[in-house]
């Protein structure tokens, strides 16, 4: 069992940056493919980016160029860097440790979430 803990969510104006930050124990990090996942008011739970266990990336169409997902095995965790932010970027985020499997990302453990508000 993985416990995710999320931090680095808060405030920001719209075109400003955040980094997020999920740190992982309880097993062994580097097994896990990765993923970030936003859920907005009134909006289903989404997945916004995902790394693979290899380094490889994928992301939401309304986040690419703009957000990059990474990860540091040594260290247990995974970043998500967001730059140009938008109003609409405001959510709860949350770190996922999941699979990938067929090309398709698949969630597992998930943290508690940190909120992220984009607002002038």
Not at 14 to 38: D, H, N, Q, V
Not at 66 to 80: E, G, H, M, P, Q
Not at 103 to 115: A, D, E, R
């Amino acid at each position: 069992q993985v416990q995710l803990v999320e931090s680095g969510g808060g405030l920001v104006h719209p075109g400003g940056s955040l980094r997020l930050s999920c740190a992982a124990s309880g097993s062994i990090f580097s097994i896990y493919a990765m993923g970030w996942y936003r859920q907005a008011p009134g909006k289903q739970r989404e997945l916004v980016a995902a790394i693979t266990t290899g380094g490889s990336t994928n992301y939401a169409d309304s986040v690419k160029g703009r957000f990059t997902i990474s990860r540091d095995n040594a260290k247990n965790t995974v970043y998500l860097q967001m730059n140009s932010l938008k109003p609409e970027d405001t959510a709860v985020y949350y770190c996922n440790a999941g699979t990938y499997y067929g090309g398709s990302y698949f969630p597992g453990h998930w943290g508690q979430g940190t909120h992220v508000t984009v607002s002038s």
